[in-house]
């Protein structure tokens, strides 16, 4: 057994109920701590502000058809641009989607979400996931948290989360200027603003070394998707392990435990 092994995984916030590649990762990491030991960090990109990431695929029992839900937030500029740690729910869609749920998921699940009174995206992601029981005995080390990004080195590719129309939006860094990205090669610049380190967060493309200067894993268990795109170069004291297949890959699991 080694006592010495860190064995982590990555994910944003991905839905209602989270997806079955997620789950896969954690299964993945936990098979993996059986054969070498070692304790399992999960780092939960919560900094990221897409939307999308949380679509959640759910399969209407007696149909099979694939129905996807999302949340609701409070405002477009909140939708667009401010980070999944502080979009906020509004309170008519959780009430909206509970009258929904059991046409796809079982009375556990529809009691889980109900009982679910995180008022963020991210966390009411979280909350989910502890209540399916799949981070039992792992460790959760969130993006968002300042003190984490005062930790992280230094990163040339990044973004800021700063004031903007009374909301917090995530700016991307380029040279002296902050800037959203409108859609295509629009891009709208803020007013230039002090802003400190805990402010900030990783790139797509930086956040594998922001990551492992935090958590210094010894092993990284990654998607299809990632494998793509993760440079090795930034890490390469790391072992990299592809996640065990799934069926439905992006569709959501919500097992939960009776």
Known sequence: MNSEAVIAFGQQPCGIYPRRFLYAKIVTARRLQSEIGGRIVFFYHDSDHDPRETQ???????????????FEFENKLQRKYSPLYLKRIPADWRLQTARQLPAFVGTAAVEAFKSN??????????????????????????SSDPKIREKAC?????????????????????GDSLLLHEGGSSFLALPACLWKKEQTSPSRDTRLRWMQSVLHCTHYVAGAGEQAYLDRADAPEIVY??????????????????
């Open 56 to 70: 959640t695929g759910l399969r209407h029992r007696k149909t099979g058809e694939v129905h996807w839900l999302n």
């Open 117 to 142: 009174a995180s008022t963020t995206v991210a966390d009411f992601c979280l909350e989910q996931m502890r209540t399916l029981g799949l981070l039992e005995g792992i460790e959760v080390v969130r």
């Open 154 to 174: 230094a990163s040339d590719d990044f973004f800021v989360d700063v004031p903007h129309g009374g909301e917090i939006v995530r700016a991307r860094a380029k």
């Open 241 to 258: 392990v592809n996640r065990d297949p799934i069926d439905r890959s992006d569709e959501a699991f919500a097992e939960h435990p009776a």
